[in-house]
């Protein structure tokens, strides 16, 4: 598929990889696939020559949106992307169907949309939604989500029937322009884990006045495991690292 590079981040994730197949199939389909592993594990770069997909290792563990930045950057250089082209940012616990993804392209390249996610569920029968588009947050939306669980952000996919803005998107699946990804600088390497893609799409919108578009009939799996809520761990205190990080970035 011309103009479209996808970059999934594993940290550890070569078994749901392999088990998914999602890549695989996607790159058996003449799409270009990058994957940065970020923990080096075995037999991973071997299973990425098999199935035609770009392998990338890191020396040392990196954050979310540096390692995003590093197969943008690659993909770049190689000459995959140009600024007409779209980048996809992907989970590697998230499985699309190759005709999905293609009309996600094509309905982009037709709405010249630069800025778009798509409906995520938590059951291959998609019944299960994930709560994965939002309206940005405040200090008090933070504090209600991470002490009692309730967040007050999240919008009723359900009511969307159509092509529509809004605010952002978990970044287990977004698809940015290029040529915006550019502008941007892509994430912001200051954020190890965790509201990069909220960042990103806030910045998006107020430094360039690119909207996020939400399509609804476009749909995938996303099988994902929320580590975060955990008080009593490290990632629970980079989520809230990244939280007062967000809040004074956008005072």
Not at 11 to 31: D, V, Y
Not at 98 to 105: A, P, R
Request: glycine share 6%; hydrophobic share 40%; aromatic share 14%.
């Amino acid at each position: 598929m011309k103009g479209l590079y996808i970059g999934v981040v594993s940290h550890g994730h070569f078994n749901i990889i392999k088990k998914l197949g999602c890549l695989a199939h996607l790159s058996l389909n003449h799409i270009e696939v990058g994957i940065l592993d970020n923990v080096g594990e075995e037999g991973f770069e071997e299973y990425c020559k098999q199935h035609g997909i770009d392998y990338l290792k890191n020396s040392v563990a990196k954050g979310f949106g540096e390692n995003n930045n590093i197969l943008f950057n690659y993909a770049y250089k190689q000459g995959y992307l140009d600024e007409s082209g779209y980048f996809l940012v992907l989970n590697p616990d998230v499985a699309i169907a190759f005709n999905m993804l293609q009309n996600l392209v094509d309905k982009a390249y037709k709405c010249r949309d630069e800025l778009v996610a798509i409906n995520l569920f938590k059951n291959s029968e998609f019944t299960e939604s994930d709560p994965s588009v939002r309206n940005f947050p405040g200090f008090i939306d933070f504090a209600k989500s991470l002490l009692l669980g309730v967040n007050p952000t999240l919008l009723d996919k359900s009511v969307i029937k159509e092509r529509t803005t809004v605010d952002w998107a978990a970044g287990s699946f977004l698809l940015i322009k290029a040529a915006v990804y550019k502008r941007l600088n892509g994430f912001d390497e200051r954020y190890f884990m965790y509201c990069e893609d909220l960042d990103i799409c806030w910045r998006a919108k107020h430094s360039l006045g690119v909207n996020l578009y939400f399509y609804p009939e476009v749909k995938a799996l996303h099988q994902a495991q929320h580590a975060n809520r955990k008080i009593i761990s490290k990632h629970f205190f980079w989520h809230i690292k990244s939280v007062f990080r967000y809040l004074l970035l956008k005072k």
